[in-house]
């Protein structure tokens, strides 16, 4: 049976997870290090082992793997009989810690522990841990295997969600499970089904009222492929949507370099060569003050490439 958290310690456990969310992980780290002990000194040994698992995956992002595997060795005996959420923090960091081996181990650990953390989910109808195992499994498996996974993923999760409502957090990890399998189906080629799933994504992330990246992130997914099978009206709609909540956001420049790209290929579609040029124009510089480059070299390529083609770069 799972053993729920000491109330006045939940406070905690979400002030540090807000903390390692958005990336602040040295002051991460000393959260959960302090809920080690606050949780040592009350008997708690669910919140300590679920925190233990946590600090590992901190010592993880750090590349620290042997306090890794020490934090979690140490949670091991609580967490390993554990069907809530501390079972569930405990699997995510085990497999993260597996996954962190490939390839130079082979990968049989990693693919044994990240089936049992799959098998866990079901089997406990846990739909937060399904989506996570399945975005780590995404990881992994070649595009045709992660479709099938994924789909698996949504559909299992369904009948939990309807019966239990959808909390924001799960509203976001089937988001996020739509989004991965949409650049799945895109990959193999099925590019309505890619659209479906990057629009039910999108439609999840406005649901959740999410960080705007993964929302334009979403947004800009759906304007692109839209603009690749000529669906013209959705691709101007999703990617002026998509730019105008970039443009308002702080962390988005890049997203909103290549969304502007994509625009522009739709006004000359539409015979607009001025807009088009202009939005190239734009594209260009924010590229380059982002360094696309580096980060999206293939996007850049072909940006610079569509730059020149229109006499803009």
């Known amino acids: 049976m799972a053993n729920p958290l000491v109330p006045t310690l939940a406070a905690l456990v979400r002030q540090a997870d807000a903390l390692q ?9 000393r959260a959960w290090e302090a809920l080690v002990q606050r949780a040592q000194e009350s008997g708690d040994r669910a919140t300590e082992a679920l925190s233990r698992a946590m600090l590992a995956r901190c010592l993880l992002s750090g590349r620290d793997r042997a306090g890794a595997e020490e934090q979690l060795a140490l949670a091991a005996p609580i967490a390993e009989a554990d069907r809530g959420e501390t079972g569930a923090r405990y699997r995510a960091a085990a497999v993260r810690l597996a996954l962190d081996e490939l390839p130079a181990a082979g990968g049989e650990r990693a693919r044994a522990t990240l089936e049992g953390y799959l098998q866990w989910a079901e089997r406990h109808e846990r739909p937060d841990a399904l989506f996570d195992a399945c975005l780590l499994a995404a990881r992994v498996l070649d595009p045709p295997d992660r479709v099938v996974r994924l789909e698996q993923a949504l559909e299992r999760a369904q009948a939990v969600l309807e019966r239990e409502g959808a909390p924001a957090e799960l509203l976001v990890g089937r ?28 439609d999840g992330f406005r649901a959740a009222q999410v960080p705007a990246r993964e929302a334009v992130a979403a947004g800009w997914a759906v304007g692109a492929l839209a603009g690749r099978i000529e669906d013209w009206p959705l691709a101007r709609d999703a990617l002026e949507d998509a730019i105008a909540q970039g443009g308002a956001a702080d962390d988005c420049d890049d997203l909103l370099a290549l969304a502007l790209a994509d625009l522009a290929t739709v006004y000359e579609a539409a015979g607009d060569l001025i807009e088009a040029r202009r939005l190239l124009v734009r594209a260009v510089a924010l590229g380059r003050e982002q360094q696309l480059a580096t980060t999206w070299p293939d996007r850049w390529a072909r940006l610079l490439d569509e730059a020149r083609r229109l006499e803009v770069a």
Request: hydrophobic letters at 50%; zero cysteines.
């Open 175 to 202: 988001a996020r499970v739509a989004a991965a399998l949409g650049t799945a189906l895109e990959q193999v080629g099925e590019l309505d089904q890619a659209l479906a799933a990057y629009q039910q994504a999108l």
């Open 21 to 29: 969310r958005d990336g602040h992980l040295p002051r991460a780290r």
